[in-house]
């Protein structure tokens, strides 16, 4: 039987076995999917193991991202934009990577909660991988601007500069930190891309970047109302998302790439959520 897994520190989380098992009877698929913990310092030795004992493909997760780019033989253009990979794939002894995390978020904002973003202001919060992952695919729905904000506001003008010379967002991609943002008129769409929700830390957001008509995203899921969504709720929004549709959505990418059948992914979105309240 193919064989494929998810491969992070810590792993006992995650979704991804259940969410490709669904694919897989959905799609009539025979394959086995399992969770890999690998320690902080052994993740190629890990995936060299999982080589050698015939595996066909794995997710990568925090803390892996960034290493998994490294690892592989090719990198997809995407992958290479975010500098980090969610996906490999083995076949005739090399390793193709790709990220699937910016298609995942788009699909679920535009398709699954009916959310366009072309020519819709977006604001991103955060600049580490998570955020870097999505903005080249949010780059290319077209928004009228994209903003990204971050805690180091230096570290926000990187990214952004980063992406720029690379040729991805002129004129649209801008960087700040949390305070210039009262300066600036609301969003359609406001993306929580920092580990703060982990911690269930509130942002220092000024409220006027949220209007009732915002959609308030949060990457993070299964922890119900975060204290982002708390405070764009608190600040007006009515329109609050955490982030397992962006997961369940790279993982039909995933599975795609893999399998060539991409999975239907309303019902497995609709069987693994968690009411925002
Ligand atoms: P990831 O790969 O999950 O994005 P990361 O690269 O460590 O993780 O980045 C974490 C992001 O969350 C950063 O944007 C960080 O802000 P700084 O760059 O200013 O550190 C942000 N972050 C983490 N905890 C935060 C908090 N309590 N408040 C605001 N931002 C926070």
Redesign the pocket.
């Known amino acids: 039987m193919d064989r494929y897994a998810v491969i992070g520190h810590p792993i006992g989380h995650s979704k991804s076995p259940l969410i490709h098992a669904l694919f897989a009877r959905a799609t009539g698929q025979t394959l086995d999917y399992t969770a890999i913990e690998a320690p902080p310092d052994g993740f190629a030795a890990a995936v060299d193991a999982f080589r050698a004992a015939g595996g066909r493909g794995l997710n990568v997760t ?1 803390p892996f991202k960034v290493e998994a780019c490294a690892y592989a033989d090719e990198v997809s253009p995407r992958a290479r934009v975010a500098g980090a990979a969610n996906a490999l794939a083995f076949d005739d002894g090399r390793c193709r990577a790709d990220n699937f995390d910016g298609v995942g978020l788009v699909r679920d904002l535009e398709v699954n909660l009916g959310q366009p973003l072309a020519g819709r202001r977006v604001l991103v919060l ?6 870097r992952g999505a903005l080249p695919a949010l780059l290319e729905a077209a928004p009228v601007a994209l903003v990204v904000a ?3 506001p230096a ?1 926000a003008e990187a990214l952004a500069q980063a992406l720029q010379d690379q040729g991805f967002g002129h004129g649209v991609l801008a960087a700040c930190g949390y305070a210039e943002l009262a300066a600036q008129p609301p969003f359609d769409v406001v993306i929580n ?4 929700s982990l ?1 269930d ?1 509130p ?1 220092p957001l000024p409220p006027a970047v949220f209007t009732p008509a915002t959609l308030a995203y949060d990457m993070v899921y299964g922890k119900g109302l975060t204290a982002f969504l708390r405070q764009a709720r608190a600040a007006g929004a009515t329109r609050l998302a955490d982030g397992l549709g962006m997961l369940v959505e790279q993982a039909a990418e995933s599975f795609a790439w893999w399998r060539g059948v991409r999975p239907d992914t309303r019902a497995v979105i609709e069987r693994l959520a968690v009411p925002l309240t």
């Open positions: 925090l955060g600049a580490g991988g998570a955020a971050n805690r180091s570290k891309a920092t580990a703060a911690g830390e942002l």
